[in-house]
């Protein structure tokens, strides 16, 4: 089975913090995703990355910075975190144009 | 870019019962995946289906590429089916999943 592992199930934050959500994946997938999920708003894409060291912008890329060093994780970086950014934060991955597989997820609040 | 728009947004089943989702999406895509999101936020993969037909125990679906809609069906529901059914779909210009906006389903026993 493949596993997508967020490193947090819930994270509390203050503004104006630098925040690192973490991914990890392993089925040796190229591509992983960042998305954030807000009522009446569905999902979002922020980056994503078909490669190591290689990224992409989303949908919604501002106040967001990514990280890939290695082909197994994915990092999502805010870099001063705000109160507009209290979401939930989904990580995929996905063979090359395959389908997508999701973490569990990771609800951050900014206070 | 692509829309995609699930209907309907809102539905409420009686345990037993059968229903229908369904995607529109605006543009060819090559890749249509459904999912169903649980009460805990986790997304589930129920299908990968850029056309054709798939059966998985008592759900299915069936996409006609060439009328740009994809449709989920739910046979004899079950309490456990509850939670957010979505319909994302991949154009033909790159890596990028298109979310609707989903379905929410809740099945009373």
């Known amino acids: 089975d493949v596993k997508v592992t967020q490193s947090s199930r819930y994270l509390v934050k203050r503004t104006g913090e630098k925040v690192f959500l973490e991914c990890v994946q392993d089925?040796?997938?190229?591509?992983m995703f960042w998305y954030r999920q807000d009522p009446g708003l569905g999902l979002r894409l922020i980056y994503f990355?078909?490669?190591?060291?290689?990224?992409e912008k989303g949908d919604i890329p501002e106040g967001y910075s990514v990280s890939r060093e290695k082909k197994e994780r994915f990092s999502l970086i805010l870099e001063s975190a705000s109160t507009n950014q209290t979401s939930m934060y989904l990580c995929?991955?996905?063979?090359?144009?395959?389908?997508?597989?999701f973490g569990a997820g990771t609800r951050l609040s900014v206070l | 870019g692509i829309q995609v728009e699930q209907s309907p947004p809102d539905l409420i089943l009686q345990e037993g019962a059968n229903s229908t989702l369904r995607c529109n999406f605006s543009?060819?895509?090559?890749?249509l995946q459904w999912f169903h999101q649980n009460p805990w936020g986790q997304l589930i993969n129920l299908f990968y289906?850029?056309?054709g037909t798939k059966q998985n125990g008592r759900l299915s679906a069936t996409t006609v590429a060439t009328e740009r809609y994809s449709l989920l069906y739910i046979s004899s529901s079950q309490t456990t089916d509850s939670g957010v059914y979505f319909c994302a779909v991949e154009g033909n210009a790159g890596n990028m999943l298109t979310f609707g906006g989903g379905t929410r389903l809740m099945v009373k026993p």
């Open positions: 990355s078909y490669d190591v060291k290689m990224k």
């Open positions: 543009d060819s895509v090559n890749n």
């Open positions: 995929a991955s996905s063979p090359r144009l395959n389908i997508q597989y």
């Open positions: 289906i850029p056309s």
């Open positions: 089925m040796d997938h190229e591509n």
